[in-house]
């Protein structure tokens, strides 16, 4: 099927395809041409003139879909890159061992968005930065070479860790925040084959190419989410702080994972969102965890630790006390305490 849309975007093509490997040949084949799944994000940046693709590949049909339990003795549920929102939040296998990651879903959209948005657009959704989607400002992402309003504009929504002097745009993602802390695995196809790719390594920081957000190449595609089972008595939870509470996007956030046996730490998972260029792993504060008893002076010594990078501006220095705050509420919640 193949047709010509036009209304207050440009003229563009667009196919439908009936095969992984004919949609991933046909974007490959075209500089210009890109993916289209639910389409939540992509259409209001083609409509607002941010994105302006030629070839429109639509992956809605492919065998893409669904959730599969750990049927291959692995300890790994195998989630679609089709698969809605709304599907992986009412899984209940998600629901029992991935706490973090249905919280991460029910507080990242609204249940009308949740029903239409795919989790592989979800990980590749971009930047609500004003200056990016605003086509009259100067954006780096957007346009390399053409500056970065944020740095000396309004930047209250704006990152603390992983900036650049090129860009501060903060990751919109909840449920990238979620998986990155539980040590999600990215399956991509592409022209070369196959790849697995942890969602570690998956995200850019900003540097001098603001424009590269990620490691996939032209032409691959997201085809599932691997997300590792945590063991028996993991408790995870992510908390996300707003302005408002209807679907806004966060201010701070954070995925924790603590298994505690005997009052001791004896693993700890910890991500923050909100405050970075990139879904933002907090390694150093996971190592301050690790065999301390669960108390609030460890907590607070996480949390300091996982901002120390931090470098903010004067309009959004108030986040790193706010991400302090939300990592020892974050922590102090799945350690069944409230200090």
Same mark, same amino acid.
């Given at each position: 099927?193949?047709?010509?849309?036009?209304?207050?975007?440009?003229?563009?093509?667009?196919?439908?395809?009936?095969?992984?490997?004919?949609?991933?040949?046909?974007?490959?084949?075209?500089?210009?041409?890109?993916?289209?799944?639910?389409?939540?994000?992509?259409?209001?940046?083609?409509?607002?003139? %941010?994105?302006?693709?030629?070839?429109? %590949?639509?992956?809605?049909?492919?065998?893409?879909?669904?959730?599969?339990?750990?049927?291959?003795?692995?300890? +790994?549920?195998?989630?679609?890159? +089709?698969?809605?929102?709304?599907?992986?939040?009412?899984?209940?296998?998600?629901?029992?061992?991935?706490?973090?990651?249905?919280?991460?879903?029910?507080?990242?959209?609204?249940?009308?968005?949740?029903?239409?948005?795919?989790?592989?657009?979800?990980?590749?959704?971009?930047?609500?930065?004003?200056?990016?989607?605003?086509?009259?400002?100067?954006?780096?992402?957007?346009?390399?070479?053409?500056?970065?309003?944020?740095?000396?504009?309004?930047?209250?929504?704006?990152?603390?860790?992983?900036?650049?002097?090129?860009?501060?745009?903060?990751?919109?993602?909840?449920?990238?925040?979620?998986?990155?802390?539980?040590?999600?695995?990215?399956?991509?196809?592409?022209?070369?084959?196959?790849?697995?790719?942890?969602?570690?390594?998956?995200?850019?920081?900003?540097?001098?190419?603001?424009?590269?957000?990620?490691? +996939?190449?032209?032409?691959?595609?997201?085809?599932?989410?691997?997300?590792?089972?945590?063991?028996?008595?993991?408790?995870?939870?992510?908390?996300?702080? !707003?302005?408002?509470?209807?679907?806004?996007?966060?201010?701070?956030?954070?995925?924790?994972?603590?298994?505690?046996?005997?009052?001791?730490? !004896?693993?700890?998972?910890?991500?923050?969102?909100?405050?970075?260029?990139?879904?933002?792993?907090?390694?150093?504060?996971?190592?301050?965890?690790?065999?301390?008893?669960?108390?609030?002076?460890?907590?607070?010594?996480?949390?300091?630790?996982?901002?120390?990078?931090?470098?903010?501006?004067?309009?959004?220095?108030?986040?790193?006390?706010?991400?302090?705050?939300? %990592?020892?509420?974050?922590?102090?919640?799945?350690?069944?305490?409230?200090?």
């Amino acid at each position: 099927m193949a047709a010509t849309a036009e209304a207050t975007m440009r003229a563009f093509e667009y196919v439908r395809a009936t095969g992984v490997r004919e949609a991933v040949a046909a974007v490959t084949a075209d500089p210009a041409a890109a993916f289209l799944a639910g389409g939540t994000t992509q259409v209001d940046l083609m409509r607002d003139g %941010v994105l302006g693709p030629d070839l429109l %590949v639509d992956i809605s049909d492919l065998p893409l879909r669904g959730i599969t339990g750990d049927t291959r003795g692995d300890g +790994l549920l195998r989630v679609g890159a +089709l698969t809605t929102m709304e599907e992986l939040a009412a899984d209940a296998t998600v629901r029992q061992r991935l706490p973090a990651v249905r919280e991460a879903l029910l507080a990242g959209a609204s249940p009308q968005l949740r029903n239409m948005a795919t989790i592989g657009g979800n990980l590749l959704q971009r930047t609500r930065c004003r200056y990016f989607r605003d086509v009259s400002c100067a954006c780096n992402k957007r346009q390399p070479g053409s500056g970065c309003g944020a740095i000396e504009g309004f930047h209250r929504m704006h990152a603390i860790l992983g900036t650049s002097q090129h860009c501060i745009a903060t990751h919109a993602s909840d449920l990238a925040v979620a998986l990155t802390a539980l040590d999600a695995v990215v399956q991509v196809r592409g022209s070369a084959g196959d790849r697995a790719i942890p969602l570690t390594e998956f995200y850019l920081v900003p540097g001098s190419t603001p424009e590269v957000e990620n490691v +996939l190449a032209h032409g691959e595609l997201i085809t599932a989410v691997d997300v590792p089972l945590p063991p028996v008595g993991t408790v995870s939870a992510y908390l996300k702080v !707003r302005d408002r509470a209807s679907y806004e996007f966060a201010l701070a956030s954070a995925a924790v994972a603590l298994t505690v046996t005997g009052g001791e730490i !004896r693993a700890a998972r910890l991500a923050l969102g909100g405050v970075a260029t990139v879904p933002w792993r907090a390694r150093a504060a996971e190592e301050v965890l690790l065999g301390t008893a669960a108390t609030e002076a460890a907590f607070r010594a996480a949390a300091d630790a996982a901002v120390a990078q931090a470098a903010p501006r004067a309009g959004n220095a108030f986040k790193v006390e706010l991400a302090r705050r939300t %990592v020892v509420r974050a922590l102090s919640s799945v350690a069944g305490k409230r200090l």
